[in-house]
């Protein structure tokens, strides 16, 4: 077990919290015993010497001659010393079968204070024995003429009081070895789980982004295992995704990098090339410059939506933009013989910026015209539900097949490659419009249109008031 360790804290924990207990254990009891046997033997020997103050009450003068004639009927049992003085504190009588104290002067400070009038007792406890003293006044007409100090010496107690003390600690002890034992399995099983959800961390921190945490239970380290599984979850699947992101985006820009290369390299490999020729090259490849521009645009806009690098929210009226993204696509329509209509209600907004609204409709618009026949049509509309603007663009153009409609988001993915290059698509506009509305809290779906064609379906917050756009 390592010093420093959260296994050791929490057994060192434990240990001290026992030990508490057992030490309160060892103490207690015994102290509560010790007052108890304290008051009982208070009471014994108080009552004892009270019985004995009693029988020499009717004599006026204590002496050798009188009082062992009234002590013999009222000596207690169990106790090992009776003294009795009279008031200048000449012993007259001595239980111990040598009388060897009778004609000397005992000053014991219980009987001083006795023969000042007080009823007096002490007892004491030195591990093997208890040993108490009491001492009270035997008075004739209210005058003090003596006194009456009993002393007894109990080993019996003291013994079981021992032998108590005795078990408790044998049963500490097997308690403190018993939890040593118990508080290490149990540290140990409760930082296994968090050992094994590091070493998961620590393995996905040197990239193996596969690595999960297999903790059992349903304490909180189980929780917290599951919300790292989810979080590598997350991660593999954003790793795999930057990773296809990257791959895709070096294709994407490798392709149209080659065609200018190619193009660049047959015009200065061939002096004899006439004008039109060059001509027809250059206009190649400007337009796979302008591919590749719209590429890098496109990820440019992926990156600040992925970075959250977005403008603040403002109410926006969806009618403006609309109607100015139609102008700008309406050259587009003309030469691929698309028309365009739009019902856009005037007080409809949407809480966005306009770069956010145009960005989505320009697209969807976009791409609806370059996917549609000749003779096809592009309607965009836009109606208020709740708290929701709902706003569709649709088409009755070559539409999307069922089995691509699901993946169409993803960023690169093409229904029909070689169609997309050729209409100078780049695979980035849905992907572009999906996080756009979702950084805005919003929503974006497809789906077949009866007839054909697709329509997409854009669910952003409403705007209420007054705004930007009006």
């Given at each position: 077990m390592?010093?420093?360790?959260?296994q050791?804290?929490?057994?060192?924990?434990?240990?001290?919290?026992?030990?508490?207990?057992?030490?309160v254990?060892?103490?207690?009891?015994?102290?509560?015993?010790?007052?108890?046997?304290?008051?009982?033997?208070?009471?014994?020997?108080?009552?004892s010497?009270?019985?004995?103050?009693?029988?020499?009450?009717?004599?006026?003068?204590?002496?050798?001659?009188?009082?062992?004639?009234?002590?013999?009927?009222?000596?207690?049992?169990?106790?090992?010393?009776?003294?009795?003085?009279?008031?200048a504190?000449?012993?007259?009588?001595?239980s111990?079968?040598?009388?060897?104290?009778?004609?000397r002067?005992?000053?014991?400070?219980?009987?001083?204070?006795?023969?000042?009038?007080n009823?007096?007792?002490?007892?004491?406890?030195?591990?093997?024995?208890?040993?108490?003293?009491?001492?009270?006044?035997?008075?004739?007409?209210?005058?003090?003429?003596?006194?009456?100090?009993?002393?007894?010496?109990?080993?019996?107690?003291?013994?079981?009081?021992?032998?108590?003390?005795?078990?408790?600690?044998?049963?500490?002890?097997?308690v403190?070895?018993?939890?040593?034992?118990?508080?290490?399995?149990?540290?140990?099983?409760?930082?296994?789980?968090?050992?094994?959800?590091?070493?998961?961390?620590?393995?996905?921190?040197?990239?193996a982004?596969?690595?999960?945490?297999?903790?059992?239970?349903?304490?909180?380290?189980?929780?917290?295992?599951?919300?790292?599984?989810?979080?590598?979850?997350?991660?593999?699947?954003?790793?795999?995704?930057?990773?296809?992101?990257?791959?895709?985006?070096?294709?994407?820009?490798?392709?149209?990098?080659?065609?200018?290369?190619?193009?660049?390299d047959?015009?200065?490999?061939?002096?004899?090339?006439?004008?039109?020729?060059?001509?027809?090259?250059?206009?190649?490849?400007r337009?796979?410059?302008q591919?590749?521009?719209?590429?890098?645009?496109?990820?440019?806009?992926?990156?600040?939506?992925?970075?959250?690098?977005?403008?603040?929210?403002?109410?926006?009226?969806?009618?403006?933009?609309v109607?100015?993204?139609?102008?700008?696509?309406?050259?587009?329509?003309?030469?691929?013989?698309?028309?365009?209509?739009?019902?856009?209600?005037?007080?409809?907004?949407?809480?966005?910026?306009?770069?956010?609204?145009?960005?989505?409709?320009?697209?969807?618009?976009?791409?609806?015209?370059?996917?549609?026949?000749?003779?096809?049509?592009?309607?965009?509309?836009?109606?208020?539900?709740?708290?929701?603007?709902?706003?569709?663009?649709?088409d009755?153009?070559?539409?999307?097949?069922?089995?691509?409609?699901?993946?169409?988001?993803?960023?690169?993915?093409?229904?029909?490659?070689?169609?997309?290059?050729?209409?100078?698509?780049?695979?980035?506009?849905?992907?572009?419009?999906?996080?756009?509305?979702?950084?805005?809290?919003?929503s974006?779906?497809?789906?077949?249109?009866?007839?054909?064609?697709?329509r997409?379906?854009?669910?952003l917050p409403?705007?209420?008031?007054?705004g930007?756009?009006?």
């Amino acid at each position: 077990m390592r010093r420093g360790s959260l296994q050791f804290k929490f057994g060192l924990s434990y240990i001290l919290i026992i030990a508490a207990v057992l030490g309160v254990m060892n103490t207690y009891p015994l102290l509560v015993s010790q007052d108890m046997t304290f008051r009982a033997k208070q009471s014994t020997l108080q009552n004892s010497v009270s019985v004995m103050v009693s029988s020499l009450s009717g004599i006026d003068r204590l002496s050798a001659e009188n009082v062992p004639d009234a002590m013999s009927a009222s000596e207690a049992t169990g106790i090992s010393r009776i003294l009795v003085v009279n008031d200048a504190g000449l012993v007259v009588y001595d239980s111990r079968e040598t009388m060897d104290a009778v004609g000397r002067y005992a000053f014991y400070s219980e009987i001083v204070q006795a023969l000042s009038g007080n009823d007096v007792f002490h007892c004491a406890y030195d591990g093997t024995s208890f040993k108490s003293r009491a001492a009270s006044p035997v008075t004739y007409r209210n005058q003090t003429i003596g006194a009456v100090f009993a002393y007894e010496y109990d080993a019996e107690q003291a013994m079981l009081l021992r032998t108590l003390q005795t078990n408790l600690r044998t049963i500490s002890l097997a308690v403190g070895a018993f939890v040593v034992l118990l508080s290490l399995v149990l540290s140990k099983m409760f930082t296994r789980s968090i050992e094994d959800v590091l070493a998961a961390i620590a393995h996905l921190r040197e990239g193996a982004y596969g690595a999960r945490a297999e903790v059992r239970g349903n304490d909180e380290i189980a929780e917290i295992a599951k919300e790292f599984n989810a979080m590598a979850a997350r991660v593999q699947t954003n790793e795999d995704e930057r990773r296809r992101f990257v791959s895709d985006a070096s294709h994407e820009l490798k392709t149209p990098l080659a065609g200018i290369c190619l193009l660049t390299d047959s015009i200065l490999q061939n002096e004899q090339m006439d004008s039109g020729t060059v001509r027809e090259f250059l206009g190649d490849i400007r337009e796979e410059a302008q591919r590749l521009s719209r590429i890098t645009e496109h990820l440019l806009r992926l990156t600040r939506l992925d970075s959250n690098a977005v403008g603040a929210a403002e109410r926006v009226l969806v009618a403006p933009v609309v109607e100015r993204t139609v102008r700008m696509l309406s050259v587009i329509a003309q030469e691929k013989d698309v028309s365009l209509s739009c019902d856009i209600p005037r007080g409809c907004a949407v809480f966005a910026t306009q770069d956010d609204l145009h960005e989505i409709v320009y697209n969807l618009m976009e791409n609806a015209i370059k996917y549609n026949h000749a003779g096809g049509e592009v309607c965009v509309a836009a109606c208020e539900d709740g708290n929701v603007c709902v706003i569709t663009v649709e088409d009755n153009g070559v539409g999307i097949p069922e089995d691509d409609m699901e993946r169409i988001f993803e960023r690169f993915y093409r229904v029909d490659k070689m169609r997309s290059r050729e209409a100078g698509g780049t695979g980035l506009g849905l992907s572009i419009v999906r996080d756009t509305a979702r950084r805005r809290g919003g929503s974006v779906t497809a789906e077949r249109r009866e007839g054909g064609g697709t329509r997409f379906t854009v669910r952003l917050p409403l705007a209420r008031g007054e705004g930007a756009g009006e």
